[in-house]
């Protein structure tokens, strides 16, 4: 008797797990993996498109950009993502990995920017720091004071950097190694400067297998200074208001919602607003880009829907829904451009990533 | 008298041969050693407290949502462009989930149409957010608006329903847990479907027909080996088995379930053993002398006598998976998932996995939601615990 019981038990899971491995050949729901910086700006196109149209809300997963990729370059077969966001430009890695698995077809979306904030408690006096500063209290190895050779991070108080800074101590929160956000900051404001310092590249013409990592130097100290604070900005924003003496790295969308508690510092002499960051005058921002995956468009019919709807001007446009949750629009003229190229689902070659 | 007496005392203290000077020291020690306990007591409970407090502080009001009531049009050109259903100063402050919805709305009472109507209407979550005195972004001239409406008491605070049948949303005044919350229940009931027989079974073999050998030892220190095994690394196997291997939907209550069995499995192992074994051996020795077999003895005499134990054990470990987040990273189930999932192959989120999903949104409203969405799934374990201890007293046998 219990023999019985027992072995329907065990079909019945059987046929669960017999079940679901055949799975639908076309399918009605698109999958979006990809970048936590794009992820809202995704999942709210996701949200409005569900609600606006008969389709049901694509899913859209939080993976980081790398991990994105990953999936997302897996194959052509239909688990596999649609479409995949990242917060920078797919590295020709990916896209040969991409062209390994059969995934050729691919178009590139650039949707806007997005800032990188350096900011600090609310009510200290306003700050302004120039990407030199940074470096200089950010970095691993700093230049000696006669400026010739490397050594340790000495640095504690901002105004040991430039007496015109603070007397205040150094103490940077700041997003880990495995975020998008630090990949963002080391490359504008530490590979940036130290490719052209010949403090750091001498190092690396001396010998180039030893110190290859003197090339584009972006090694951050590990002292106790710059204190990694987990992938959540909020956790950052808490830190920063709780700590005067603090600074924060952190997304614009963050320092849009938190004014009340935090400020951003000047970089060179600018302020960090939509205006100064779509042109470019604010220099630590990023592109956030989404990449289809066209040879799916056929078997999930609502992708050209979800695409043409993200590239709308209500969505990526200077007052679209997306500014209002910290997207910066691209410049009007790239913006067509690239809605066009968009439309048209433009292959994206190999030769198009090595371009800057 | 006395005070000679208590004189002539303390002198002969020393005389008695049951005195021991080192008494008054022992028992101050005890006592020093008892207000160390309490204190540790006290500690975790003010932590608790703390923690409670907060979280009922800040989510309590994210059971209210602001509502206005204002003049809304519906016809076909308001259809076509919803912003145009109300009056043009009010599109600052009405939520955009709302108007998009209006379509919907005519569709499904028909009646609407070609009338305006006076309506409350759901307001954006920095209106919500000024209602509830929270901070909030709204520019001058809306707020004169909003003011002047409160003192005609045309915006008001009501219950949120929203929260509880909508999914999640991007729009902060539109999201809820429900999605999650069915998402939840599927998962789980893939994981009990799966965990529980298996789990009884294994513990009922392990405890009534194994012999005490090397593999059964084997086996024994695997398994309580295997309940101490962080839970992410339960979600790389998921990954490797149910989703790559045997490809199963990513994200699905499926492979949660199945995943979250695997994690159960252990915990409901160890209880039901212990179950079992406390069912004294004289039931089994006079079932045998009734000449009754073996399978009998257990089907049922042991296990239904064992039964509470189980349950017990079984519900505490549904509960430990039902709050489960890090395994579910992996196979993708944290992810942007508004609709409620209609069967254990479509994608779908669980509760906790919503909470952390909001905490870290840059959106103000999602603080009290969050901490509305950890009371909300912090009252169902508590529920889910009372009902272990419930049945444990209820049915419970004592020997």
Known sequence: MIFKKSALSLIATSAIVVSSINMAQAREQIRIVGSSTVYPFSSSVAEEFGATSKNPTPVVESTGSGGGMKLFCKGNDLNTPDITNASRRMKSKEFKLCEKNGVTDITEAVIGFDGIAIAQNKNNKALELSKKHLLLAVAEEVPSKDGKSLVKNPYKKWNEIDSSLPDREIIIYGPPTSSGTRDAFEDMIMKGQTKKMDVYTSLYKKDKVKNKGYKKYHKVRQDGVYVPSGENDNLIVQKLSKNPAAIGIFGYSFLIQNDDKVAAAKINGVLPTPKSISSGEYPISRSLFFYTKNSHRKDVPAMDKYVELFMKEDMIGPEGILSEIGLIALPDERRTAIRASVAKYTKLTLEDLSKK | ?399
């Open chain 2, 1 to 399: 008298m006395k005070n000679i007496n208590n004189t002539n005392n303390n002198k002969n203290l020393s005389d008695n041969p049951f005195y021991d000077p080192s008494l008054t020291q022992r028992h101050k020690s005890a006592r020093r050693f008892k207000i160390f306990t309490i204190t540790c007591i006290a500690f975790a409970l003010s932590f608790l407290v703390f923690f409670l407090g907060d979280m009922i502080t800040k989510g309590l009001p994210a059971f209210q949502q602001s509502y206005m009531q204002i003049d809304v049009t519906y016809n076909d050109q308001t259809i076509a462009s919803t912003r145009k259903a109300i009056d043009k100063k009010y599109r600052r402050i009405v939520s955009r989930a709302w108007l998009r919805n209006i379509p919907k709305m005519v569709q499904e009472s028909p009646e609407l149409m070609a009338t305006t109507q006076s309506t409350w209407v759901l307001v954006n979550h920095q209106v919500d957010q000024y209602m509830k005195d929270h901070y909030y972004k709204i520019k001058n001239k809306e707020l004169k608006i909003i003011e002047d409406m409160k003192a005609q008491g045309k915006i008001q605070l009501q219950f949120n329903s929203i929260f509880f049948t909508q999914g999640d949303s991007k729009i902060p005044e539109n999201s809820g847990l429900k999605s999650s919350i069915i998402g939840s229940i599927l998962t789980l009931l893939v994981t009990m479907v799966v965990a529980f027989p298996m789990g009884v079974m294994t513990a009922v073999y392990l405890e009534e027909f194994a012999d005490d050998n090397r593999w059964t030892q084997f086996i024994e220190v695997n398994i309580n080996n295997l309940a101490a095994i962080p839970s992410i690394l339960f979600g790389l196997l998921g990954l490797a088995v149910f989703i790559n291997l045997f490809g199963m939907p990513r994200s699905s209550p499926l492979v949660g379930g199945l995943t979250l069995a695997l994690m159960t499995l252990p915990i409901i192992i160890v209880s039901s053993r212990a179950a079992l074994r406390s069912v004294p051996d004289s039931i089994r020795q006079a079932g045998y002398g009734l000449g009754l077999t073996k399978v009998q003895v257990v089907q049922d005499h042991v296990i239904p006598l064992a039964f509470p134990g189980i349950m017990t054990g079984s519900i505490i470990g549904l509960a430990q998976a039902m709050g489960e987040t890090a395994p579910l990273i992996i196979i993708g189930m944290i992810a942007f998932i508004p609709d409620s999932p209609g069967s254990i192959f479509e994608a779908a989120t669980v509760m906790p996995a919503q909470i952390f999903t909001w905490a870290g949104m840059p959106e103000r409203a999602y603080v009290e939601r969050t901490a509305a969405g950890i009371m909300v799934l912090l009252s169902i374990l508590i529920s889910l615990n009372a009902l272990a201890i419930i049945l444990r007293k209820k049915f419970e046998v004592k020997w």
